[in-house]
């Protein structure tokens, strides 16, 4: 124990019975004591010393060391940490706070926000944490608003106009200013730009930077989702004048000096609703017995050259983004739709790779090069599949070899080593007013595979050329700079991440045995008894986000789940930057030009197209979401059966198994029993009944409630379904 002395003490001395008291207090920094118990634990109990320990305790509380809390106890007031950093929602309950200077993000429940949303620059208090794995802290400051408008919908419009706006399933109020003139009416949607976050308890206030007219509507919805991923379907009127001046006909001097292809067989086969045709197929049988296949893509990079204003306006877009009803162009319509595009009947400009393969699929020649194409059929996936099945009309007999060499090249990646768990499509039937009918999963036919196939071997081959050519040069001339390529990667999972996966998939019942056989081939025996299963598109989610994200890069890393040493993107230049890109340095290798200031090709470009990327799939997922929650909401009297995708401490997310939309149970609307979260076993379990509901679980809900500005549905848990 810690002895106060007891004659009365000069300053020096009144210094070290407060550090005394404060020593003390810091050994239990999560205890508070009454002074009574403060006096017992320094075994004082003089009135003098006792005097001078009072004393004490209101220097230190001056000087912010010991607090006084509630009904006359002393703590230890701990010194706080803040630190600096941005807003990163995850789910509607918390956020986390990334901090340059700190090794862990910091967790933030929604309460502790203070009114901040996603992206925001915040100041941060950190406290003690409850959950050991992670910090967690209390912002104290909004420092900076991000500014990026966001959505609004206008709730009133009296004297001060006020709008709700919605980030990751949280509702906020904004005061709109300087509304007057504005012909704004409840239930509209607007674009709205963050002014302050100043006021009376942090108030977020904005201005209506577009108005879009009343919610619910199909378009005012999708031009909110374009808006709100700063999408625009309009090219600026200087990038529209500058390509005025292209020609429509293709000069004779240019057909010239390319190989001509014209009178060769070739076909499209894309979707039905598809315009932006960039890639055909043309097969012949050769005398020597090896099969001709040409992959043709469309010469985007003829049209768009370097450093121009279209050049600059594809760069920043740097992809076509599709959402349920709509592709938002890349390319302005007279290059994606027309000029570029492959329609059948005319004469077009393409890059093209043509290979001789033998009855195995293995490549013995290629060539790569400039051409001149006329596509002589547009198939649909369908129409090309009836022709396949029925084998008669039209290139039945080309689809047919050429069908027979896609399982060939299949046979043969999945035999090296690739994994071919996909994620889940869906198929939205609109009515003329954009009202969803229907939603069904995409059926994947022949024909997918076939052109997936081909697209996959140029891409292939033309990594491959450049990679053993980039290492070429660089072994001639060690001293020069080295000529680069943009290249599409996928690393190796995480091994934590993969035993997730592993242990997941076991609590099913699957029989996983990794060991030490490659990953491929756990992976594969995997796929296979999924098969058909009601868990198999939960199963192959979870399997891909297991893995790590495919990137560009100007390093020849391989694609570990296509099992190829090189791979680009080169098939699709009508919808990627990247693809162009490709096209530009292919055309130079080829002719022996190895440097160019206009082709200067940075990291920093190959992930702004991976941040691009990124948005796009942002933006069409919140199209689907939304889609979703409007069909759904029509069907409140149904039961469906679903399947448990998701836990957290929180929610149970549920897919409906016919047609793939997801919504949310609540744990707070289970009143049968307490559920805790059990991270480890993929499950809730009921503090009493000790009933289980695991990730995978078949279940039968109806629908609680729809929220369309959240794009979140709400179900009601009726039973387990077996």
């Known amino acids: 124990m810690i002895r106060i002395m007891h004659n009365t003490p000069n ?22 004591y009454t002074f009574q118990q403060l006096c017992t634990l320094l075994q004082l109990t003089e009135k003098k010393d006792k005097a001078a320990v009072k004393k004490a305790l209101l220097d230190l509380i001056h000087h912010s060391k010991v607090k006084k809390i509630n009904k006359g106890r002393y703590q230890w007031l701990q010194q706080s940490t803040y630190v600096i950093g941005r807003v990163d929602y995850v789910r509607a309950e918390y956020a986390y ?61 009296g004297k001060q106009a006020q709008a709700t706006i919605t980030q990751r399933h949280v ?23 963050l002014t302050a976050s100043h006021g009376i308890d942090n108030q ?61 067989p070739t076909f499209t086969i894309d979707p039905a609703d598809a315009k932006d045709l960039d890639d055909a197929l043309s097969y012949q049988k050769l005398p020597n017995g090896y099969h001709q296949v040409g992959i043709h893509i469309a010469d985007v990079s003829y049209y768009v050259l370097p450093a121009t204003l279209l050049d600059q306006e594809a760069y920043k877009r740097n992809t076509s983004v ?9 390319l302005p319509e007279l290059l994606s739709n027309e000029l570029c595009s492959l329609h059948p009947g005319s004469a077009k400009l393409a890059f093209s790779v043509i290979f001789e393969l033998d009855d195995q699929g293995k490549v013995h020649n290629k060539w790569f090069g400039e051409t ?28 047919v070899a050429l069908n027979a060499l896609a399982k060939q090249l299949r046979a043969k990646r999945f035999k090296k ?29 022949e024909t997918h595979k076939l052109i997936e196939e081909f697209m996959l071997l140029a891409n292939r081959e033309v990594a491959t ?48 045995k990794p060991g030490n056989r490659p990953i491929f081939k756990t992976m594969h025996h995997l796929e296979e008894a999924i098969r058909g299963k009601p868990e198999e598109p939960i199963i192959q989610a979870l399997a891909i986000r297991s893995m790590a994200k495919a990137l560009y890069t100007t390093k020849p890393n391989p694609h570990f789940a296509l099992a190829f040493s090189h791979y680009s993107h080169f098939t699709s230049p009508i919808r990627r930057y990247s693809d162009i890109v490709a096209h530009r340095l292919l055309k130079l290798y080829l002719k022996g030009k190895w440097l160019c200031e206009q082709m200067v090709l940075e990291e920093a470009n190959c992930q702004y197209a991976v941040e691009r990327e990124y948005i796009a799939a942002s933006a069409e997922r919140a199209s689907i979401k939304y889609k979703q929650v409007e069909f759904l909401q029509n069907l409140k009297n149904e039961t469906f059966d679903g399947i448990i995708s998701g836990i957290t401490e929180w929610n149970l997310y549920i897919e409906i198994v016919t047609n793939g939309c997801e919504g949310v149970v609540r744990l707070a609307d289970l009143t049968d029993d307490v559920y805790r979260f059990e991270a480890k076993q993929f499950q809730i379990i009921g503090k009493y009944t000790k009933k289980c509901y695991r990730l995978g679980d078949s279940v039968k809900v109806s629908i609680k409630s729809c929220d369309l500005d959240k794009r979140y549905v709400y179900f009601c848990l009726h039973a387990h379904a077996h």
């Open 372 to 399: 001149v194409i006329t596509s002589h059929k547009q198939f649909t996936y369908e129409e090309a599949q009836a022709t396949l099945d029925n084998q008669t009309a039209a290139f039945y007999q080309e689809l």
């Open 417 to 445: 080593g690739a994994i071919n768990f996909e994620t889940r499509e869906l198929r939205f039937t609109l009515d003329p007013n954009g009202k969803p009918l229907q939603i069904v999963p995409k059926v994947t036919l």
């Open 465 to 512: 050329y450049v990679a053993k050519k980039i290492q070429s040069k660089k072994n001639e001339k060690k001293n020069e700079i080295a000529p680069v390529f943009i290249y599409r990667t996928h690393d190796k999972p995480d091994p934590s991440k993969l035993s997730e996966f592993f242990l997941f998939v076991q609590q099913l019942g699957y029989t996983i």
């Open 204 to 264: 977020l206030t904005g201005t209506i930077v577009q108005h879009l007219g009343q919610a619910g509507l199909h378009e005012v919805e999708m031009h909110a989702i374009m808006a709100e991923f700063g999408l625009c379907n309009t090219f600026p009127e200087e990038v529209l004048a500058s390509i005025q001046t292209i020609p429509t006909a293709i000069p004779e001097t240019e057909i010239t000096k390319r190989r001509d292809l014209r009178a060769i």
């Open 171 to 193: 509702t906020h109020i904004v005061l709109l200013e300087e509304t007057e003139g504005m012909s704004l009416q409840e239930n509209d949607k607007a674009v709205i730009a």
């Open 97 to 157: 706070i990334i901090a340059p200077d700190q090794p862990k993000d910091i967790l933030v429940f929604q309460k502790d926000l203070l009114s901040a949303l996603d992206k925001d620059l915040v100041k941060v208090r950190l406290c003690a944490s409850k959950r050991r794995h992670r910090p967690e802290g209390v912002v104290v400051e909004i420092m900076e608003r991000n500014p990026t408008p966001v959505i609004g919908r206008v709730v009133s419009t």
């Open 322 to 330: 599709y959402l349920v009803d709509r592709c938002i162009p890349m």
């Open 11 to 32: 300053k020096k001395e009144a210094a070290q019975q407060a550090e005394q008291i404060l020593q003390a207090l810091k050994k239990a920094p999560d205890k508070s």
